[in-house]
T-cell receptor
Framework: GAVVSQHPSWVICKSGTSVKIECRSL??????MFWYRQFPKQSLMLMAT?????????EQGVEKDKFLINHASLTLSTLTVTSAHPEDSSFYIC????????????FGPGTRLTVL | AQSVTQPDIHITVSEGASLELRCNYS??????LFWYVQSPGQGLQLLLK??????LVQGIKGFEAEFKRSQSSFNLRKPSVHWSDAAEYFC???????????FGAGTTVTVRA
């Protein structure tokens, strides 16, 4: 199947700094990518839909100024957590659907963010 | 709005025994249903999906699931589990022409020797 990668796989940062997480579709093009957040022992919560060449669409309750999303190419979406605080510590996962109406979604391995 | 409920937070099963994971969904129209497995350090992997047609769906790794509209359920089963099946399992529901997925809380499966 298709492969989605994320970088870094884990990151530790100080409170107040910004962190960028990359999501790449390695062998297919993705005009749309999704960003999820997962708390320990909990489900994946959709944060936003990343659209290539246009603004991201955020889910209700997600601060778009804190979680900046850029989808600059058909294979790369980035999530920047700005002015990170300890409550932003979480597991962030991206996914990308292959083309077609019933396109299967492929998930990245996730990025563990710890804010000190 | 669509939602998914996985009633069982944690299930322990002996190797070689059968496994059934429950999933109930809420959706106003015909749902697209999925089961994913998440292993540590790996991305979610699709086990199987249901869009239409035969309500008994076969997936990878020997898993199957049955869609029951009358019960709003999409339970996952495996006749004989292997130690490698220990993982987190997520049921998800999607809508027509929308790639967005709503996930259940997940069920952790522990396999004992």
């Amino acid at each position: 199947g298709a492969v989605v990668s994320q970088h870094p796989s884990w990151v530790i940062c100080k409170s107040g700094t910004s962190v960028k997480i990359e999501c790449r579709s390695l062998d297919f093009q993705a005009t749309t990518m999704f960003w999820y957040r997962q708390f320990p022992k909990q489900s994946l919560m959709l944060m936003a839909t990343s659209n290539e060449g246009s603004k991201a669409t955020y889910e209700q309750g997600v601060e778009k100024d804190k979680f900046l999303i850029n989808h600059a190419s058909l294979t790369l979406s980035t999530l920047t957590v700005t002015s990170a605080h300890p409550e932003d510590s979480s597991f962030y996962i991206c996914s990308a659907p292959t083309s077609g109406r019933f396109g299967e979604q492929f998930f990245g391995p996730g990025t563990r963010l710890t804010v000190l | 709005a669509q939602s998914v409920t996985q009633p069982d937070i944690h299930i322990t099963v002996s190797e070689g025994a059968s496994l059934e994971l429950r999933c109930n969904y809420s959706y106003g129209a015909t749902p697209y249903l999925f089961w994913y497995v998440q292993s540590p350090g790996q991305g979610l992997q699709l086990l199987l999906k249901y869009f239409s047609g035969d309500t008994l769906v076969q997936g990878i790794k020997g898993f199957e699931a049955e869609f029951k509209r009358s019960q709003s359920s999409f339970n996952l089963r495996k006749p004989s589990v292997h130690w490698s099946d220990a993982a987190e399992y997520f049921c998800a529901v999607g809508a027509v022409n929308d790639y967005k997925l709503s996930f259940g809380a997940g069920t952790t499966v522990t396999v004992r020797a």
